[in-house]
């Protein structure tokens, strides 16, 4: 098969290949997903530095194990791939001491504090990534998973190996821990100001 | 706080979370193949990639063994071949020789 017809090779056959030692089909699967589960590792560490290191370890584990993918338990790569980087993330975030600064982590310049309206993006960023560093870890993988990463509830249940209706129940009760949290900091930023 | 100002809140996380990894850290996971070797799992977790190994293998050795039976059937046993009879007729000729030459002593 011809590895420039890339559209028409689905990841589990890369994976098959890079089993096989082809170099071609390793960098094809790194291209294809690499950024996106960068964005997710980022996203449940809060560190973007962390997460390169989890991303070397988890395509080191694809490299090192890939001869071993087993076709016929008909999992999807990128389930398996999640899972992966979300028990390193996992393991990532429990061993992780202090809260890391979030300025420093999203590279938000401190700017003066303003009220919701005239926020910028970095600054609401700032405050969700703050909001979730306090998520319980589930809920904060969920709502990763079906808010940020584009994810149907099916695939998400999947990864995290529980029922699609549990994953909607982590969903909501993240989503009004979220709102929760941040009316909270808006008092805290009212009191403060006043 | 309304829906929609939540949901603004999360597209801005997403963007701003949502950044392309560098050319050097993208060379580091590149270079991965480089600085490791592949666990082998053939026999071990991949037995059907074992069997499809075996397969030509196996058919080729099929085939030569009745390759092997065919030719032995197709020589029919008791037959002389050309060399046999050289040889048989040479043990002739020294025989004949022999008897000649204790002949000529006994005269």
Redesign the interface.
Known sequence: MNLKRAEYISDEQLMIRT?D?D?TA??ML?DRH??VF??FA??VVGD?AEA?DI??EA??RV??????????RKTKFTTWFYRVVMNLSVDVKRKSKPAIELNEA?EVISEEAKP?EVLS??Q??E???RV?EQLPERQKVAMTLC??QGLGNKQAADILQITTSAIESLLVRG?KR??QL??EQ?QEFLKENM | ?TIN??D???R??????????SRQ??E???A??DQ???????L???P?RWFDLMIPKAVGWVLTCCLGIYIGLSSPEGTITTTDEELFLYDQAQLLLSEEMDGEDTE
């Open positions: 089993g030692g170099r390793y960098k790194v690499l950024r960068l964005g980022a996203r973007r390169e991303m070397q395509f080191f490299w090192k194990h890939a001869a071993r993918w087993d076709q016929g999203f919701d993006d970095k609401m960023a405050k969700i990534a979730m808010y940020f989503r979220m709102a941040l009316k808006k | 706080m100002k939540f603004d809140y999360l801005a996380y997403q963007s701003e979370t949502d950044q392309p990894p850290f993208l580091s996971i590149l991965v193949p490791l070797s592949q666990t082998s799992g053939l071990t977790a991949r059907w």
